[in-house]
Each structure stands twice: as structure tokens, then as C-alpha cells.
């Protein structure tokens, strides 16, 4: 049996596995991260794609902007759109700042890279893991593969490692609430290979469900279509994608979508969900495998990167001045956040979702809410408030 000796265990190699090890290397604290998955699996999952300003900044103020900065589309607006008819709801305008469309997957990648030009230690592939000594101070991260066995002997250990991972299980039974929505709908997702023939993204709200018109590269468009949970993705043709589409996005100007290959094509289901505390002794959750907010407001990598921002402060504290006031408060930091991005993003979804089962009462309330929503400068700089990301306060 191997022994390895580090500082932080991460389990997880995502968005936030992989920027928490990148910040904690900037302030000279070591760490180790173990993932379930290949490399090319990681690097190629398509998942969200929209940036806020704030996690923007931080991925160039920690030094892993150069591909973003140059590759990414800058937005400068949303738009809102009902009975065919499209407002405007400008960022730069209302708040002086933007987003940037950048894929999840290219964040990955240029994480990966960096932690490997920096000579970090990533375990892909790495075999079945189980924690152990959480309740001690020098807890242990057992990994079992091929019939060899190693142990991770860590301070502290970062759950990382999503919705379906093994850390937040290995809380102790009866120290966690979970908190949870589930949604009466889903989103059936593609990615075109069609020309955006728009700048910024569409929300579309339509008597026969809800549609997102958004693009990730200047050739390739990824698309939506509120569906059934229990809708199988074989009974969706191309043709039957495309004519829902042009159905649900199509503007009385003449605007309809520019249409091409499907490249891919999946059924997510939507739901909201947070685990409280974020923290058990020297045991910490962040990402997915803390919380889950519906794709609607774009929350889920951003909310993931504010999480180990914190927590990468709360170590370096620890770590440079024996400070660990952080640590203990890094669960009621990151919960005022959370519950604030739950909020905007049930907001989100709330507004823009047909509800089968609404009473005529409901309906007629939400289609008012959204047209004072795209009529007024108050509600609309409450929105791009949200949607550009809130400043990440000193914890």
C-alpha cells in the first residue's frame, strides 16, 4: 500500500476541484486531486456555458484567462422574448459589466493544463475511493484499483466531486439537511453545427413551452426546448427538434433560428437542491456536490467557482497565519450566496416555464410579471444584477 502525504485531498476534477488545487498552488498550499473519470471524459462533457463577470475576473486575476480573454463571446445583453416579440435586457447599460459565453469544458481544459504545467497532481482514472478518519485530524483518502490499494493522508479533504459523488455520502448520518425542488419539466438540449445568427442570447417564453436560443463557438449553436421529464430522446428527430424550435424561438420581425447538423443531443432534468452544512470537521463540500440550481439563470459553474474561492482563502488564511476563523465560517459564507443564486434562479425558471397544471389565474399572473420585467428599468437592473453575478464579499 502506497502512503501519500498532502495538505488538501480533492476528490473531483471539475470546475471546482480543479480551481480550488490552482488557488491553493498560487498560495503555496499543496494538494493532490482524484477523479473518478478519464481525462478526455472531463475535458469533453458540454455542460453550461455561460460566464459571469465575476467568475470572469477570477479566472484572470488567478492567471488562467488567456484562451477565455480570447476566445470567449463577451455578451453585453440577454433578451427576453414573448408572443414573439423581443426585449432587451442590457447588462452594460444597467450595471457596467457583461458576460462571456465560454464553455465549461474549455474552463476544464485550461485548468488541466495549468495544473499540469505547474507540476500538480491529478489522478484520472484513479479507482474506487472511500474516506476515512473524518471525525480525527488527518483524514485519509483510501483509493482501490487493479487490486492496489493507496491512502491520501490529508488536513483537510474538498468534496468536489458532484451531485452522484462519494464525499457528501460520507458525512456522517444526521449531520446534513438536504434542501430540494424538483421541477415538473426538463430541458431537451442540442448543439448545432449552424452560424449564430444572433449576439446575444434568447429566453423565449411560448404557450407551448420555453425556449433558450444561445451559442457556445462563432459556428456552433447550443439550443433548448422545455420538455416532459419522462420524454424518451429517441422520439425527438432532427426534423421534430428544428420544427419545435422554429415554432417556439421564431419573432414576428422575420427572426428564426439558423438550423444545421445536431451534433448532440440529451434530456436534463431540472432541480434545485443545497445540503446544509457545507462542513464537517476538516471535511468540505463545494460545487455540485453541495448544491444544484436549474440551468435557467446560469448559476452552476459560477456558483462552483465562488465556493472554492472562499475556500481557497479560508486554507491560505489557515495555512499562512494558523488562522482558521475562515474555515469555521466557510459554510454560513457560502450559504448566504447559495441561497441567494437559488432564488434568482427558481426566479428565472419560475418566469419563463409553461406550468402545465397552472391555474388560468397563475398563467395570466406570470405572463404580467414577465412583460413588467421587460418594461421596467428597475426590474430589469434587478435582473442583470443577478445574471452578471453579485461581488464576492470579504468573507
Not at 146 to 160: F, P, V
Not at 286 to 305: Q, R, S, W, Y
Request: glycine share 10%; hydrophobic share 40%.
Amino acid at each position: 500500500m502506497a502512503r501519500i502525504e498532502t495538505q488538501v485531498g480533492i476528490v473531483g476534477a471539475g470546475p471546482a476541484g480543479l480551481m480550488l488545487s490552482h488557488l491553493l498552488h498560487l498560495a503555496g498550499v499543496h494538494s493532490v486531486i482524484l477523479e473518478a473519470r478519464s481525462r478526455a471524459y472531463c475535458e469533453e462533457r458540454i455542460r453550461a456555458g455561460v460566464l459571469e463577470y465575476t467568475s470572469v475576473r477570477m479566472l484572470e486575476e488567478a492567471g488562467v484567462g488567456e484562451r477565455l480573454d480570447r476566445q470567449g463571446l463577451r455578451h453585453r445583453a440577454i433578451e427576453l422574448g414573448l408572443n414573439g416579440v423581443r426585449h432587451r435586457i442590457a447588462f452594460e447599460e444597467l450595471t457596467g459589466k457583461c458576460i462571456t459565453v465560454y464553455g465549461q469544458h474549455e474552463v476544464v481544459k485550461d485548468l488541466i493544463a495549468r495544473r499540469l504545467a505547474d507540476g500538480g497532481l491529478l489522478h484520472f482514472e484513479c479507482g474506487t475511493v472511500s474516506l476515512h478518519g473524518i471525525e480525527g485530524n488527518r483524514p485519509s483518502i483510501r483509493v482501490e484499483a487493479g487490486g492496489n490499494t493507496d491512502e491520501i493522508h490529508c488536513d483537510y479533504i474538498a468534496g468536489c466531486d458532484g451531485s452522484h459523488g462519494v464525499v457528501r455520502p460520507s458525512f456522517p448520518e444526521g449531520s446534513l439537511v438536504n434542501y430540494e425542488r424538483t421541477y415538473p419539466f426538463a430541458w431537451l438540449g442540442i448543439l448545432a453545427e449552424a452560424a449564430p445568427t444572433r449576439d446575444e442570447l434568447l429566453y423565449m417564453h411560448h404557450e407551448r413551452g420555453f425556449a433558450l436560443y444561445s451559442m457556445r463557438t462563432p459556428s456552433i449553436t447550443r439550443l433548448y426546448l422545455q420538455c416532459r421529464p419522462d420524454e424518451d430522446i429517441a422520439d425527438w428527430s432532427d426534423d421534430r427538434i428544428w420544427n419545435e424550435l422554429r415554432t417556439r424561438l421564431s419573432c414576428k420581425d422575420g427572426w428564426r433560428p439558423s438550423e444545421g447538423k445536431i451534433l448532440q443531443k440529451g434530456i436534463t432534468g431540472m432541480r434545485s437542491f443545497v445540503a446544509e452544512p457545507l462542513q464537517f470537521g476538516r471535511l468540505f463540500l463545494a460545487g455540485d456536490a453541495a448544491h444544484i440550481v436549474p440551468p435557467t439563470g446560469a448559476k452552476g459553474m459560477n456558483l462552483a467557482l465562488a465556493d472554492v474561492h472562499y475556500l481557497a482563502e479560508a486554507l491560505a488564511a489557515f495555512y499562512r497565519d494558523g488562522d482558521d476563523r475562515r474555515l469555521t465560517s466557510y459554510s454560513a459564507t457560502c450559504l448566504s450566496r447559495i441561497w441567494t443564486t437559488q432564488r434568482f434562479s427558481w426566479w428565472m425558471t419560475s418566469l419563463l416555464h409553461r406550468f402545465e397544471n397552472a391555474s388560468a389565474f397563475d398563467y395570466k399572473r406570470q405572463l404580467a410579471e414577465l412583460e413588467y420585467v421587460m418594461s421596467s428599468r428597475a426590474a430589469a437592473t434587478s435582473l442583470a444584477e443577478n445574471y452578471v453575478g453579485l461581488p464576492l464579499h470579504e468573507a
